[in-house]
T-cell receptor, first 116, second 111 residues
Framework: AQKVTQTQTSISVVEKTTVTMDCVYETRDSSYFLFWYKQTASGEIVFLIRQDSYKKENATVGHYSLNFQKPKSSIGLIITATQIEDSAVYFC?????????????FGKGTQLIIQP | GGIITQTPKFLIGQEGQKLTLKCQQN?????MYWYRQDSGKGLRLIYY???????QKGDLSEGYDASREKKSSFSLTVTSAQKNEMAVFLC??????????FGEGTRLSVL
């Protein structure tokens, strides 16, 4: 079973609007770490923002913010005032630390297209 | 600042060939990862290592070997390349609870 699920394959929005990308995860750990990455057209993977499971406040970095709903095992990425350069594939990832293991698992990604 | 360097950037192999990919980081990170990305798809974990000489299997370890002889380097071997295989292999590293950072990838094509 998939541990990190991104159900939106592709999203297209007009420049300067707000977009939300969904991600749900499965874990038995009480403490875990969630990350969002962006993969550009060149293939470069860039870290954007993180949420530690024990923190109640949603993380915000620049025009990226998170909607962390722990009871629903959900971590949505919100991009406000989108720009053409935000066009990319966005990956959600979860790091679980259990006895003898420390894995980082990715979702399949959501392609974001920003139209002028 | 540091850097994660993957070599080679492009690798063309023959069916059945043993191929080795290398990853070096100068961040002094403890944990390193190898992922495979097929065209238009997500990242699948092959191997990871939490310290020098440690190896942990991921979901896709069959057909691969890994080696972490030094803290700064992590190599991946495709034990027998499959005909028409095409994928990008991505190396990442992390210090403690920081977010993992990625190298630029090695693009593999098998003839």
């Amino acid at each position: 079973a998939q541990k990190v699920t991104q159900t939106q394959t592709s999203i297209s929005v007009v420049e300067k609007t707000t977009v939300t990308m969904d991600c749900v995860y499965e874990t038995r750990d009480s403490s875990y770490f969630l990350f969002w990455y962006k993969q550009t057209a060149s293939g470069e993977i860039v870290f954007l923002i993180r949420q530690d499971s024990y923190k109640k406040e949603n993380a915000t970095v620049g025009h990226y913010s998170l909607n962390f709903q722990k009871p629903k095992s959900s971590i949505g990425l919100i991009i406000t005032a989108t720009q053409i350069e935000d066009s990319a594939v966005y990956f959600c990832a979860m790091r679980e630390v259990t006895e003898g293991a420390d894995r980082l698992t990715f979702g399949k990604g959501t392609q974001l297209i920003i139209q002028p | 600042g540091g850097i994660i360097t993957q070599t080679p950037k492009f690798l063309i192999g023959q069916e059945g060939q043993k191929l080795t990919l290398k990853c070096q980081q100068n961040f002094n990170h403890d944990t390193m990862y190898w992922y495979r990305q097929d065209s238009g798809k997500g990242l699948r974990l092959i191997y990871y290592s939490i310290t020098e000489n440690d190896l942990q299997k991921g979901d896709l370890s069959e057909g691969y070997d890994a080696s972490r002889e030094k803290k700064s380097s992590f190599s991946l071997t495709v034990t027998s390349a499959q005909k028409n295989e095409m994928a990008v292999f991505l190396c990442a590293s992390r210090r403690l609870n920081q977010a993992p950072l990625f190298g630029e990838g090695t693009r593999l094509s098998v003839l």
